[in-house]
């Protein structure tokens, strides 16, 4: 099992930033990937960026050249990160962080962290 808790979401002004964190605890060493979705009222949620277990990158385009995922592998936990800067108000949604498991292939979610872009 992984557990997930994200944090670092708030209130910002448009072109502001803000850095998301995401702890992973438990059986760590089995993680693969890890993600950051988002999920705005009345929409579906969407992948933001994805950072593989030798540190490859991808980005929804929306967000390519705004945001950047790096992660932090310590001994018994994982932390994600999440780099927002030109946030625009369309990136205000609720934030969550994934971890894909090479061990019980499954993806794990934390509970989402509120972002608000304000104009």
């Known amino acids: 099992q992984v557990q997930l808790v994200e944090s670092g979401g708030g209130l910002v002004q448009a072109g502001g930033s803000l850095i998301l964190s995401c702890a992973a605890s438990g059986s760590t060493f089995s993680i693969n990937s890890m993600c950051w979705y988002r999920q705005a009222p009345g929409k579906q949620r969407e992948l933001v960026a994805t950072i593989g277990g030798t540190g490859s990158t991808d980005y929804a385009e929306s967000v390519k050249s705004r945001f950047t995922i790096s992660r932090d592998n310590a001994k018994n936990t994982v932390i994600v990160y999440l780099q927002m800067n030109s946030l625009k108000t369309e990136d205000t949604a609720v934030y969550y962080c994934?971890?894909?498991?090479?061990?019980?292939?499954?993806?794990?979610w934390g509970q989402g962290t509120q972002v608000t872009v304000a104009s």
């Open positions: 994934s971890a894909y498991s090479d061990y019980t292939f499954a993806e794990y």
